[in-house]
């Protein structure tokens, strides 16, 4: 019996040590990472891109006389489109790092579907709501942008490795054998 112990061990580490793709990541340094974006879309939810109205400003809009209040946020008064993705990204980035944080707290393995989900609408939802505080860029292409982010990060998270390890190949060493 003990040496058929000896025998299961080096095979159960063995097993551990070839955890590849997403499972082979360290949950303590996803730990880190979903910190991380929760800090930074926090940050970028309460520093409203614009700033805010420093007095009320009486203007002329579309023929009508409008005036934006003291406080109020600018880019929701001159960019409200722009103003609504920026704050549901913001939501969505910290809602879903909270999820991977306290998923990982509670030691969810990382290949569980709360672990890999939640990072899934982290990460896009921190580079959504950067792109939306951007204003110089046409909105359509930002939310583009990021939907393939999503789409990529979806595939690399949620794809077998033989396969992701293929593609990526293809997409990085232009098909080559390393």
């Not at 070839?18 to 082979?24: E, S």
């Not at 909105?139 to 033989?162: P, Q, Y």
Request: some cysteine.
């Amino acid at each position: 019996m003990n040496s058929n112990h000896h025998h299961h061990q080096p095979q159960q580490q063995q097993l551990n040590n070839n955890r590849v793709g997403w499972a082979g990541n360290d949950p303590g340094i996803l730990l880190v990472v979903a910190t991380l974006i929760t800090a930074l879309t926090f940050l970028l939810g309460t520093t409203m891109p614009g700033g805010y109205w420093p007095q009320d400003t009486p203007s002329l809009v579309d023929g009508r006389r409008v005036t934006y209040r003291t406080g109020d946020p600018v880019m929701r008064d001159l960019h409200r489109p722009r103003y609504w993705v920026f704050r549901a990204a913001s939501w969505a980035g910290i809602a879903s790092s909270m999820v991977m944080t306290v998923s990982l707290l509670v030691r969810m393995p990382v290949e569980s579907r709360h672990v890999r989900f939640s990072f899934l609408g982290a990460y896009p939802s921190l580079l959504l709501a950067f792109a939306a505080s951007q204003t110089k860029t046409h909105l359509s292409l930002d939310i583009i942008a990021c939907l393939a982010v999503f789409a990529f990060l979806g595939f690399i998270i949620c794809n077998r490795e033989e396969n992701r390890v293929r593609i990526m190949r293809l997409l990085c060493c232009g098909g080559g054998g390393n």
